[in-house]
């Protein structure tokens, strides 16, 4: 804005009466699942329903909304992140900051990629790494204890050995 | 005659009604040549463009005193025509309700995912909200503030609109633009990159 007025807002035209013109409002969308763990042996009752959400971005409430059978969240994000709040009667219980990255995951072979994958997925992986997320490429105690939990979860055989199939099932669950 | 300067917010339809006059006889007045050569869209002009603002024509009208007379002035409305989409794809006959200024119309976007409705050619801020339950979208405009697709900030609020991360430094906005609509990644606004955020913005 050339008067150095900052704004957030959408841009939209006062279009003459006859003019054929529109301006698009796009959204962004990241799909959000809310899963419970342990499910039951074939997962099938994973998924929250009638969680109550909201997302705020740049201090606005920009969406609305309570989960279905599947636990699902089309999130929507604006500028550079958005917030997804959880609500029990009405007050903020839970929150995730959600940004949108080009970047991807590391390939799901190798030891940093499915620990990625697992701290998405909510198991806990401790607070090593670079990051202080517990991201990183050795194997320690926690590492461990979260890819038992992960086979108990998926029903795979329980010897925190990285197989195929596990591989498989992480990327089939975090979704990427 | 007089002299108007564009500042953010304003359009050929808001400057119009501030000074009485159809925006047409503003726009095709001979004074303003240069700008219609320059902005071609009456929608969208720059803060600091000057509109010239011709006198009146004054029209006298005899009229009887005692007596009753009615004079009508002819309303110029203005549109407001917003497309909504997610992830490019538009939200079909769902309900909405758009508030512009204090007014409020309720409907359903049409197959298009399009709604529309009539403002005053003054009107400056506006919020709509789409959908119902369990999932509700609200969105939060200001009218008049599309600046050219040729400048930083009309290329910037454009990007915004369609969904980008517009807190991002100019140039990498403009390459992620260009990455996603598979044209040469300059990472500059050039010519082949305005035409595209018109045709994406529909202005």
Redesign the interface.
């Known amino acids: 804005?050339?008067?150095g007025?900052e704004?957030?807002?959408?841009?939209?035209?006062?279009?003459?009466?006859n003019?054929l013109?529109?301006?698009?409002?796009?959204?962004?969308?990241v799909p959000i699942l809310f899963h419970r763990s342990p499910g039951n042996d074939n997962g099938g009752d994973r998924a929250i329903a009638g969680l109550h959400w909201q997302v705020r971005a740049q201090g606005?409430?920009?969406?609305?909304?309570?989960?279905?059978n599947d636990g699902r969240v089309?999130m929507?994000v604006?500028?550079?992140s958005s917030t997804l709040e959880l609500l029990h009667n009405g007050a903020v219980v839970a929150s995730y900051d959600v940004r949108?990255s080009?970047a991807t995951l590391d390939a799901v072979g190798t030891l940093i990629g499915q620990k990625q994958r697992l701290r998405l997925l909510g198991y806990q992986i401790g607070h090593g790494g670079p990051d202080g997320n517990g991201v990183d490429a050795t194997v320690n105690m926690e590492t461990e204890r979260s890819m038992l939990d992960f086979q108990a979860d998926e029903s795979l055989y329980d010897d925190a050995v990285v197989t195929a199939t596990m591989q498989a099932r992480l990327t089939a669950r975090a979704g990427t | 005659m007089q002299e108007h300067t564009v500042?953010?917010g304003d359009?050929l339809?808001?400057v119009a009604a501030q000074y009485g006059f159809f925006?047409e006889t503003l726009w095709n007045h001979g004074a303003n040549a240069t700008l219609r050569r320059q902005r071609a869209?009456?929608?969208?002009l720059?803060?600091?463009d000057v509109i010239t603002i011709p006198d009146k024509d004054v029209r006298e009208v005899p009229a009887a005193t005692d007596k009753r007379h009615r004079f009508v002035k002819r309303g110029?409305?203005?549109?407001?025509?917003?497309?909504?989409?997610?992830?490019?794809v538009p939200r079909r006959n769902e309900p909405y309700a758009l508030e512009i200024d204090g007014r409020l119309q309720t409907g359903q976007t049409d197959g298009q995912g399009?709604v529309e409705m009539?403002?005053p050619?003054q009107?400056k801020?506006?919020t709509?909200r789409v959908g119902e339950?369990?999932?509700?979208?609200?969105?939060?405009?200001?009218?008049?503030?599309?600046?050219p697709v040729d400048t930083e900030?009309g290329a910037r609020?454009?990007l915004?609109?369609?969904?980008y991360?517009?807190?991002?430094d100019f140039a990498a906005l403009l390459k992620?633009f260009q990455h996603k609509e598979r044209l040469p990644e300059t990472g500059a606004l050039d010519a082949a990159t305005c035409a595209k955020l018109k045709e994406?913005?529909?202005?």
């Open positions: 804005m050339s008067n007025e704004t957030s807002a959408a841009t939209i035209a006062r279009q003459a009466i003019s013109l529109r301006n698009v409002l796009n959204s962004r969308v606005f409430v920009i969406q609305t909304g309570v989960t279905g089309a929507v604006r500028g550079a949108v080009t | 500042r953010q359009c339809h808001s925006w869209d009456p929608s969208v720059k803060p600091g110029t409305p203005n549109l407001v025509r917003i497309q909504i989409t997610r992830d490019d399009m009539r403002i050619p009107a801020q506006g709509l339950g369990q999932d509700v979208e609200f969105y939060y405009f200001d009218l008049g503030t599309v600046d900030f609020g454009r915004r609109c369609l969904g991360d517009d807190s991002q992620e994406r913005f529909g202005e």
